[in-house]
Nanobody, 122 residues
Framework: QVQLRESGGGLVQAGGSLRLSCAAS????????MGWFRQAPGKEREFVAV???????YYADSVKGRFTISRDNAKNTIHLQMNSLKPEDTAVYYC????????????????WGQGTQVTVSS
């Protein structure tokens, strides 16, 4: 079992920055593919960024060049640095983990946090 807890969301003006963090329980954190997903009102949950155990990283086209995902295996933590935020980035951001997946497909992830709200005003 893995428990995930996100933090760092909030309200920011367009063009601003936020840094999300996700703390994970468990002793095998380094063996998990970790990801950030988001869900805007009335929309399906979508992939934002994924970092695999070998540190291979994937980004959604909509955030490429603006967001950076990283992981600290010693602290069982991942981060999402979000720069140049846009109103369309407004969503609840979720941290996710899975021991076996290597994909960016939302349904492939077994463990999810409660989410943290990010609101970008224009």
């Amino acid at each position: 079992q893995v428990q995930l807890r996100e933090s760092g969301g909030g309200l920011v003006q367009a063009g601003g920055s936020l840094r999300l963090s996700c703390a994970a329980s468990g002793r095998t954190f380094s063996s998990y593919t970790m990801g950030w997903f988001r869900q805007a009102p009335g929309k399906e949950r979508e992939f934002v960024a994924v970092i695999r155990t070998g540190r291979m990283i994937y980004y959604a086209d909509s955030v490429k060049g603006r967001f950076t995902i990283s992981r600290d295996n010693a602290k069982n933590t991942i981060h999402l640095q979000m720069n140049s935020l846009k109103p369309e980035d407004t969503a609840v951001y979720y941290c996710a983990a899975d021991r076996y997946t290597t994909t960016t497909v939302t349904s492939a992830y077994s463990y999810w946090g409660q989410g943290t709200q990010v609101t970008v005003s224009s």
